[in-house]
């Protein structure tokens, strides 16, 4: 590095910390973007720089669900075997947020002591930060719909990612999951060293192909491919009958790998963690002991206990990503171990403006084993209306929920029994989340589970009124 730039660095570096301190003695917030978009303006190659000096490589994580586990217990994995790691662990995933991440780590001159660097990217900005930033590893968890005020159709977003990626060194790592066709045909397409993870476990098939699903037409030839069966929207096992186009490879086998979060979504983000991992050099049995003993991120099926209650939160902020979560709500509640759901759904800037998501969401799976559902969020009646229209039929005798006007704070909506339905559901709506959280661990046994599924805003609110501070 010239001197020149030796100094700016310094300079930048210097700023943004300055920065940083300021505003967390202040008590403004966390400081996880602004020193970036200072320093930057400072310095326009300063991320390029910062890479550079990562001394085993930069891990870069992308998809549309699993990112902030899978980065965590990538962390682990590594920070066990005794590498000192460097984490965007705020959740900042733009530009901005990453020099952050990494600056934290620099000292006074800009140099960085670290042997790796986990990046949760956004994955709209993969392209763009590909043009002047080499990482060592890319891990691609999945592609689905996400925010549809920001993003658009996944094969735009996966044609992006490939051509970026098509101009890295042959070298760079490329981890996929084999099981969503777009990721598996673009990785049949790189020059790079391309590894895959999925599932090979058919007693875990979806007895039929979910309304939320995005990518089912061959990424090749368009044609509709032929599925054997599906774990998750459009993941699965498939092949194409026109043009031979087929799921590729797995790298490692699922059946005997450890899990012990919750859901199907979980089993891919920890095969995802172990397939990379494996190939910097990490013994498997190293990884299996790690997984064992991983405590889920904040919100990500964490698990709290709350007035001397079990709470589980459990993020959902997209049809598949809620969808997968009922499904794991479901198969806990088939057991008799919960009965009060909370779903709480606000349409901030970090959840995505549009919610008509919603109407892509099998709620009708929710509804269908009865219980306590809770409502509440900035889009309280969107959330409820949805619910309402889950059932088979809402008796009008029993409903005195109105969705255009106001309700009394936790009033009940009985939805009948169908022929779909073996029990009551009761709805309770209330605009006010510390009064509905309390409601909810009201109806609570001690012997059950209340699960929280919120969206990316509500869930830091929702942890901030059950443990009494914020996240970010």
Same mark, same amino acid.
């Not at 390029?48 to 870069?60: A, H, K, R, Y």
């Not at 001159?109 to 060592?136: H, M, W």
């Not at 199907?264 to 190293?286: F, H």
């Given at each position: ?37 200072? $320093? ?15 001394? !085993? ?18 962390? !682990? ?16 995933? #733009? ?17 960085? $002591?670290?042997? %790796? ?33 920001? %993003? ?43 590894? %895959? ?26 044609? #509709?491919?032929?599925? !054997? ?20 490879? #797995? ?26 991992? !494996?190939? &910097? ?99 309280? @009646? ?6 309402? %229209? ?33 029990? #009551? ?11 509905? &959280?309390?409601?909810?661990?009201? @109806? ?29």
């Amino acid at each position: 590095m010239q001197l020149l730039d030796r100094l700016r660095l310094g300079f930048a570096v210097g700023i943004a910390k300055t920065v940083t301190g300021v505003v967390r003695s202040l008590g403004l917030g966390a400081a996880s973007v602004l020193p970036g978009e200072i $320093s930057r303006r400072l310095h326009s190659r300063l991320l390029p720089l910062l890479f550079e000096q990562v001394s !085993q490589g930069v891990i870069l994580v992308v998809g549309t669900n699993g990112k902030t586990t899978t980065s965590l217990l990538l962390k !682990q994995i590594l920070s066990d075997r005794g590498y000192t790691v460097v984490h965007n662990s705020s959740g900042a995933n #733009l530009i901005n947020g990453l020099i952050t991440a990494l600056l934290s780590s620099a000292d006074m001159t800009g140099r960085i $002591s670290a042997d %790796y660097a986990i990046l949760e990217v956004d994955e709209n900005i993969l392209p763009l930060l590909l043009k002047d930033c080499q990482p060592k590893y890319i891990l691609a968890l999945n592609l689905f719909r996400d925010q549809l005020d920001r %993003y658009g159709e996944v094969d735009t977003i996966a044609q992006r990612w490939g051509k970026a990626i098509a101009s890295l060194p042959e070298d760079t790592t490329i981890v996929l999951n084999a099981d969503d066709p777009t990721l598996s045909s673009l990785g049949q397409q790189l020059k790079q060293k391309v590894l %895959y993870f999925g599932l090979n476990e058919p007693e875990l098939y979806l007895s039929e192909i979910p309304h939320a699903v995005d990518s089912i037409y061959c990424p090749r030839c368009g044609h #509709l491919l032929d599925y !054997q069966g599906v774990y998750l929207s459009h993941l699965g096992d498939y092949q194409c009958p026109s043009c031979g186009f087929a799921k590729s490879n #797995l790298t490692l086998e699922s059946k005997q790998h450890p899990q012990i979060l919750i859901g199907v979504y979980n089993k891919y983000n920890t095969l995802a963690a172990s397939v990379l991992t !494996q190939s &910097i050099g990490i013994k498997t049995e190293d990884i299996y002991r790690t997984v064992q003993n991983f405590k889920a991120a904040f919100g990500r099926a964490e698990e709290l206990e709350i007035e001397q209650k079990q709470v589980r939160i459990m993020l959902a902020k997209n049809p598949v990503g809620m969808n997968e979560t009922i499904r794991a709500v479901n198969d806990i509640k088939k057991k008799g171990k919960s009965d009060v759901t909370l779903l709480v759904l606000n349409d901030r800037i970090p959840d995505g403006t549009d919610v008509s998501w919603i109407w892509d969401v099998d709620t009708e799976e929710l509804v269908k084993l009865g219980g306590t559902l809770i409502v509440s969020g900035d889009r309280v @009646y969107d959330m409820a209306l949805r619910l309402a %229209y889950s059932s088979e039929f809402v008796d009008p005798a029993k409903t005195n929920f109105e969705v255009e006007g106001r309700v009394p704070r936790d009033t009940a909506l009985h939805i009948a029994e169908g022929r779909k339905s073996n029990r #009551l559901v009761e709805l309770i709506v209330n605009e006010d989340l510390p009064e509905a &959280i309390s409601t909810a661990l009201k @109806y609570t046994k001690p012997t059950e589970t209340l699960h929280i599924i919120p969206t990316y805003s509500a869930m830091l609110e929702v942890r901030e009124v059950l443990v009494g501070r914020k996240i970010l």
